[in-house]
């Protein structure tokens, strides 16, 4: 079975500075690589994918990602925080060769003016 | 209007109340999926629906009945629930039960009294 983890449950950061997220999971086959953002009282929203290709993954809202294989990580990163960051951000592995997702316990980002 | 839509935002039952969520996809999808959240655990994957047929059921107690009438509906019927399982109900979708990223809707809060 595949799993997920998130290196802190909680990260607060200055507004402006950069935002580092971390991601890494286990997988035994090429893995499909996501992450999500839930705002508060709402869904989860996709982000961001590695599926195949360019590894430097780029999302939504000036977030991007790079998938290392060789760490088996895929860290989100943002150079420049907003105050409109602030969210869970849930790092998600599935398989290539099914839809079956995992998800990583997420982390609560805080950004400070 | 969103991908997915779920009813209602919120919902508070007592112990022998029958209730039930409702979820809608209008993005042509063929697989929708029943996910639980709970505070800081991972998303726990329910139910799994694929041309509305049931594929996967995974260990969810009997209190929960899933139905899928049609490819853009899904059901998750409560009955004689428990206090544990108060949490945020999130239904997915996705293209296929073998492809695609998860699209999520807004979540359904439960509180079992």
């Known amino acids: 079975a595949q799993s997920v983890t998130q290196l802190g449950s909680h990260v607060s950061v200055s507004e402006g500075a950069l935002v580092l997220l971390r991601c890494n999971y286990s997988s035994s086959v090429p893995p499909y690589l996501f992450w999500y953002v839930q705002y508060p009282n709402q869904g989860l929203q996709l982000l961001l994918k590695?599926?195949?290709?360019?590894?430097l993954v780029k999302g939504i809202n000036g977030f991007e990602a790079e998938f290392k294989k060789s760490e088996t990580s895929f860290h989100l990163t943002k150079p420049s925080a907003h105050m409109s960051d602030a969210a869970e951000y849930f790092c998600a592995v599935s398989e290539n060769t099914g839809n079956q997702f995992y998800f990583g316990t997420g982390t609560s980002l805080t950004v400070i003016p | 209007e969103t991908g997915v839509t779920q009813t209602p935002r919120h919902l508070v039952m007592g112990m022998t109340n029958k209730k039930s969520l409702k979820c809608e996809q209008h993005l042509g999808h063929n697989a929708m999926y029943w996910y639980k959240q709970s505070a800081k655990k991972p998303l726990e994957l329910m139910f799994v629906?694929?041309?509305?047929?049931?594929?996967e059921n995974n260990s969810v107690p009997s209190r929960f009945s899933p139905e899928c009438p049609n490819s853009s509906h899904l059901f998750l019927h409560l009955h004689t629930l428990q206090p544990e399982d108060s949490a945020l109900y999130l239904c997915?979708?996705?293209?296929?039960?073998?492809?695609?990223?998860?699209?999520f809707g807004e979540g359904s809060r439960l509180t079992v009294l």
């Open positions: 590695y599926t195949t290709g360019a590894t």
């Open positions: 997915a979708s996705s293209r296929s039960r073998v492809t695609g990223e998860l699209f």
């Open positions: 629906y694929s041309l509305e047929e049931r594929v």
